[in-house]
């Protein structure tokens, strides 16, 4: 699945070809898909396929293509605070981003089948809140993996505002799906190979949108126990926050408040989103035409308005460009702001690199 847009070289590239297409549709998700490189997701030996927009699997490790998480994230209407469960949760790719938009009260669970991509998806989460400038510009939700078959889940289990099934659905498991969900909420899932959303507006109500044909692998379904029992899947309990734990949100958001103010003084027009480069100008190229008359063929070229009318036009057009484009510089590395001010503050060490998550960078 997948094929939908080009190839971009690198993250931000790919990300503005989904925008293009029309994809990626809003904010909230471009700046999820822009803040998480789906490069940190891939084996070493081929990351260079991970800006395609192409499905990529490696024995149980399996990335969708780019185009259709992006459908996904859009058809979840995601917004902080919420509950998210993520059946199939493979490399935690998805679950990442999602948690960047639920924030630190949300919660983000997902049940992978697998547990040795459950320990990938878990490398995976640590390099991110380790390495990544991202975790320190958004509150995040930490998501939260269990291993085991996602239609064994404890039927006692919490009702979540948004889940999604990252298997193909059969009519039949169509139900229990729907049961994971609250009044109110999102589900969206392969079914029947169209990709689904489903949103329950009553106890018993249900609207239904078809979104786009998909292909993917079904569910597994669950092996029983010598005993003939299932093995019920116990979601994660509801984590209650530390006082400790608020206060360092709080501290965060607080000094993240007084950045945005610096800048605001500074600039005059508050925060900015970084120029994107330019696009190389693709030049028209003169087209030479063959003419048919009557049963002679004459080569030749014939004008046309979008043709430049004589090398001196060009050469004046190529100055003029160069007037107005400004010269190519690289661009200077990010800033971490949070991380420099909370640095600059009069506090133990100790208390800083708290409130910093003890990140390394």
């Known amino acids: 699945m997948g094929g939908a847009v080009s190839a971009g070289e690198d993250n931000d590239e790919l990300i503005d070809n989904l925008k293009e297409a029309q994809y990626i549709r809003t904010e909230l998700v471009e700046q999820a898909f822009r803040a998480i490189d789906r490069a940190d997701y891939y084996l070493e030996e081929f990351k260079e396929n991970a800006y395609k927009d192409l499905a990529w ?5 399996h990335l969708s293509a780019p185009c259709i998480y992006s459908e996904v994230m859009e058809a979840l209407d995601l917004q902080p605070g919420l509950s998210f469960l993520n059946l199939g949760s493979g490399t935690g790719y998805l679950s990442s981003m999602v948690g960047l938009i639920l924030g630190p009260f949300g919660v983000n669970h997902g049940v992978e089948l697998h547990s040795d991509v459950i320990e990938y998806a878990k490398q995976k989460l640590d ?30 289990c919490s009702q979540y505002d948004r889940v999604y099934c990252g298997a193909g659905v059969q009519k039949e498991h169509e139900e229990y799906m729907k049961n994971l969900l609250k009044v109110g909420g999102i589900l969206v899932m392969p079914l029947e190979e169209k990709l689904t959303k489903i949103t329950r507006t009553g106890p018993s109500a249900w609207e239904t949108k078809k979104i786009l044909a998909v292909s993917f692998a079904p569910l597994i379904q669950p092996c029983h126990s010598e005993s003939g029992k299932s093995r019920l899947v116990q979601l994660p309990p509801v984590a209650v926050r530390s006082l400790q734990d608020l206060a360092r949100i709080a501290i965060r958001g607080t000094i993240k408040k007084v950045i945005h103010q610096e800048t605001v003084s500074k600039n005059g027009n ?4 970084t120029p994107r480069f330019k696009r ?9 035409t063959i003419v ?6 004459f080569a030749s070229r014939i004008s046309n ?16 460009e160069e ?34 998550y003890y990140r390394e960078k």
């Open 57 to 61: 699997k490696h024995g149980n490790i």
């Open 305 to 320: 308005p979008s043709d430049d009318n004589s090398c001196e036009d060009l050469e004046e057009e190529r100055r003029e």
């Open 323 to 356: 007037e107005k484009t400004p010269p190519e510089t690289k661009p200077d590395p990010p800033v971490n702001f949070l991380r420099q001010k909370v640095l600059s503050l009069p506090l133990p060490d100790p208390l800083k690199y708290y409130l910093l």
């Open 292 to 297: 048919f008359l009557d049963k002679e063929v």
């Open 127 to 156: 390099f991110f809140i380790r390495t990544s400038d991202s975790f320190d510009k958004f509150d995040f939700c930490e998501p939260c993996f269990v291993t085991g078959n996602c239609l064994e889940i404890s039927p006692d």
């Open 270 to 273: 508050g925060l900015k989103n």
């Open 280 to 288: 190389r100008r693709v030049r028209r190229r003169r087209m030479e």
